[in-house]
C-alpha cells in the first residue's frame, strides 16, 4: 500500500482533471451554444451555475453514501453520472436537455469532490496528507487549463456537441481507471472508528460555529468570484472583441496556469511569513483590481495572469478558515454547511451576470461584478475576525 499510494494519488488526481475538464465546458463553447441552441446569455449563466446548483442538498449525504456503501464505489457511480451528463449535453437541441445534462455532471462532482478527499486522507493518513491534499485540489485548475487550451479548436474543428462528448469520453476514463488503480487501504480501522463515531457523546454545533462557518464559505465564494467570472464570461468577452473561439481560450488558460502555480506558492509564503490576514487582503484586493480593469485594457493577458496568481496565492488560508472556526468533533457537519454556502453563491453568480449581459449588451460586465465580489471578501473576512473576538457566551 505504501509503495502504491502514489500511483493511487495519481489515479484520483487524473480523474478529478476531468471535474475542471467539464466546469469549462459551457463557458468555452457559450458563443456558438447562443447561436445555435437560441439561447440568451442568462441561460448561459444558468447552465454553468446549474453545476453547483445541487451541492448544497449533496455534499451531506454523499459523506453518508460514501460511509456506508464505500467511498470507492460512490466514486465510480459519480464519475459515471459526469460522463453521462457530458453525453446527454452533446446530444441536447435545447436549453432543458442541456441543462438536464449539466445537473447530472455538477451532481456527479460533488460527490466525487466529498469523496475523494476521504479517499486521499486515508491514503496518506500521518504521513504527507498536506502535500496529497494540495495534489488532488489541483487537479481542479489543470482540468480548466486543459479545457481551455483545448475546446475551442474541438468547438471549431467538430462542432460544440464534440466538446460535450469528449469530457464526457474523459469522465468515462476516469472512472475506469479509478477502478483498476485504486485500492482501498486495511479495513481494521474502519469499524473501530465507526463504533467510535456512534458510542461518543454527540456534539452540537453552536450558533456562533454556525455563523463563523456561513461567513467562511462567503468569503470562500466572493473570492473567487473574480476568477469565476473570468473562467465563465472571458471567452465571451474576447470573441465580442474580435477573437475566435479557440484563441480566447488559449489567451485566458494563462490566468489559470498562473493559478495553478500560485496555490502551492500561496500556501509556502503564507507558512513562511505567518500573517494570513495580511496574505488574504493584500491578494483580494490587487484580484479584484486586475479582474475589473480587465474590460479597459486592449491586451488583457497580464491582467488575467495576475488575477491567477493572487487568487490562487490565498487558497490554502481561506480554505483553513473552515478548520479554524468548527470545533473537530462538528467538523462534518460545518464542512457541509460551508459546501452548502459555496455552492448556493457559485449557482447565483453565473446567472446574476449572464442576467447583466443580457440587460446591457455588454460582455464585459461580468468582469466588473467578479472584482466587486472578490473585493467583498476583504469585507467578510474583517466580519469574521469581530465575530471571532466576541466573548463566548455559556
Same mark, same amino acid.
Not at 180 to 186: D, L, S
Given at each position: 500500500?505504501?509503495? %502504491?499510494?502514489?500511483?493511487?494519488?495519481?489515479?484520483?488526481?487524473?480523474?478529478?482533471?476531468?471535474?475542471?475538464?467539464?466546469?469549462?465546458?459551457?463557458?468555452?463553447?457559450?458563443?456558438? @451554444?447562443? #447561436?445555435? @441552441?437560441?439561447? %440568451?446569455?442568462?441561460? &448561459? =449563466?444558468?447552465?454553468?451555475?446549474?453545476? $453547483?446548483?445541487?451541492?448544497?442538498?449533496?455534499?451531506?449525504?454523499?459523506?453518508?453514501?460514501?460511509?456506508?456503501?464505500?467511498?470507492?464505489?460512490?466514486? /465510480?457511480?459519480? @464519475?459515471?453520472?459526469?460522463?453521462?451528463?457530458?453525453?446527454?449535453?452533446? *446530444?441536447?437541441? =435545447?436549453?432543458?436537455?442541456?441543462?438536464?445534462?449539466? @445537473?447530472?455532471?455538477?451532481?456527479?462532482?460533488?460527490?466525487?469532490?466529498?469523496?475523494?478527499?476521504?479517499?486521499?486522507?486515508?491514503?496518506?493518513?500521518?504521513?504527507?496528507?498536506?502535500?496529497?491534499?494540495?495534489? /488532488?485540489?489541483? $487537479?481542479?485548475?489543470?482540468?480548466?487549463?486543459?479545457?481551455?487550451?483545448?475546446?475551442?479548436?474541438?468547438?471549431?474543428?467538430?462542432?460544440?456537441?464534440?466538446?460535450?462528448?469528449?469530457?464526457? /469520453? =474523459?469522465?468515462?476514463?476516469?472512472?475506469?481507471?479509478?477502478?483498476?488503480?485504486?485500492?482501498?487501504?486495511?479495513?481494521?480501522?474502519?469499524?473501530?472508528?465507526?463504533?467510535?463515531?456512534?458510542?461518543?457523546?454527540?456534539?452540537?454545533?453552536?450558533?456562533?460555529?454556525?455563523?463563523? +462557518?456561513?461567513?467562511?464559505?462567503?468569503?470562500?465564494?466572493?473570492?473567487?468570484?473574480?476568477?469565476?467570472?473570468?473562467? $465563465?464570461?472571458?471567452?465571451?468577452?474576447? +470573441?465580442?472583441?474580435?477573437?475566435?473561439?479557440?484563441?480566447? =481560450?488559449?489567451? !485566458?488558460?494563462?490566468?489559470?496556469?498562473?493559478?495553478?502555480?500560485?496555490?502551492?506558492?500561496?500556501?509556502? /509564503?503564507?507558512?513562511?511569513?505567518?500573517?494570513? %490576514?495580511?496574505?488574504?487582503?493584500?491578494?483580494?484586493?490587487?484580484?479584484?483590481?486586475? &479582474?475589473?480593469?480587465?474590460?479597459?485594457?486592449?491586451?488583457?493577458?497580464?491582467?488575467?495572469?495576475?488575477?491567477?496568481?493572487?487568487?490562487? !496565492?490565498?487558497?490554502? %488560508?481561506?480554505?483553513? #478558515?473552515?478548520?479554524?472556526?468548527?470545533?473537530?468533533?462538528?467538523?462534518?457537519?460545518?464542512?457541509?454547511?460551508?459546501?452548502?454556502?459555496?455552492?448556493?453563491?457559485?449557482?447565483?453568480?453565473?446567472?446574476?451576470?449572464?442576467?447583466? &449581459?443580457?440587460?446591457? *449588451?455588454?460582455?464585459?460586465?461580468?468582469?466588473?461584478? *467578479?472584482?466587486?465580489?472578490?473585493?467583498?471578501?476583504?469585507?467578510? #473576512?474583517?466580519? #469574521?475576525?469581530?465575530?471571532?473576538?466576541?466573548?463566548?457566551?455559556?
Amino acid at each position: 500500500m505504501t509503495q %502504491n499510494r502514489w500511483l493511487m494519488l495519481g489515479a484520483l488526481f487524473l480523474a478529478r482533471v476531468s471535474l475542471g475538464y467539464q466546469f469549462q465546458t459551457v463557458a468555452s463553447v457559450a458563443p456558438l @451554444l447562443v #447561436l445555435d @441552441l437560441g439561447i %440568451n446569455f442568462t441561460e &448561459v =449563466g444558468t447552465l454553468i451555475g446549474f453545476f $453547483s446548483a445541487l451541492g448544497f442538498v449533496t455534499a451531506l449525504p454523499a459523506g453518508i453514501a460514501g460511509r456506508r456503501f464505500g467511498e470507492k464505489r460512490v466514486v /465510480l457511480i459519480g @464519475l459515471g453520472l459526469m460522463a453521462l451528463g457530458g453525453f446527454v449535453m452533446a *446530444g441536447a437541441d =435545447g436549453f432543458w436537455v442541456a441543462g438536464a445534462g449539466r @445537473l447530472m455532471v455538477g451532481v456527479g462532482g460533488i460527490v466525487i469532490t466529498v469523496t475523494m478527499v476521504k479517499l486521499v486522507g486515508d491514503l496518506f493518513e500521518g504521513r504527507e496528507v498536506v502535500t496529497a491534499m494540495a495534489i /488532488l485540489m489541483n $487537479s481542479w485548475p489543470v482540468g480548466i487549463a486543459i479545457g481551455l487550451w483545448t475546446q475551442g479548436v474541438i468547438a471549431e474543428t467538430w462542432g460544440w456537441n464534440a466538446v460535450f462528448l469528449v469530457a464526457g /469520453l =474523459g469522465s468515462l476514463a476516469g472512472m475506469l481507471l479509478v477502478a483498476f488503480v485504486y485500492r482501498a487501504p486495511g479495513q481494521a480501522v474502519a469499524p473501530t472508528a465507526a463504533v467510535a463515531e456512534t458510542t461518543k457523546p454527540k456534539s452540537r454545533i453552536s450558533q456562533r460555529e454556525v455563523t463563523l +462557518v456561513v461567513i467562511a464559505g462567503v468569503i470562500w465564494t466572493m473570492f473567487n468570484g473574480g476568477f469565476l467570472m473570468v473562467m $465563465s464570461f472571458g471567452p465571451a468577452l474576447m +470573441v465580442e472583441r474580435g477573437s475566435d473561439v479557440a484563441l480566447s =481560450g488559449l489567451l !485566458i488558460s494563462n490566468g489559470t496556469i498562473a493559478y495553478m502555480i500560485a496555490i502551492p506558492l500561496g500556501a509556502w /509564503l503564507s507558512e513562511r511569513w505567518a500573517r494570513p %490576514n495580511l496574505v488574504m487582503v493584500g491578494s483580494f484586493a490587487i484580484g479584484a483590481v486586475a &479582474v475589473a480593469l480587465v474590460p479597459y485594457v486592449s491586451d488583457p493577458l497580464v491582467l488575467f495572469v495576475a488575477a491567477g496568481i493572487f487568487i490562487g !496565492i490565498p487558497t490554502g %488560508n481561506v480554505m483553513a #478558515l473552515t478548520v479554524e472556526v468548527v470545533r473537530p468533533e462538528n467538523r462534518n457537519t460545518g464542512t457541509g454547511l460551508y459546501y452548502s454556502v459555496h455552492h448556493i453563491g457559485l449557482t447565483g453568480m453565473p446567472i446574476l451576470a449572464g442576467w447583466m &449581459v443580457d440587460i446591457t *449588451g455588454d460582455a464585459a460586465i461580468p468582469m466588473i461584478v *467578479g472584482g466587486v465580489a472578490t473585493a467583498f471578501a476583504i469585507v467578510m #473576512l474583517g466580519l #469574521l475576525r469581530m465575530v471571532q473576538r466576541r466573548p463566548v457566551r455559556g
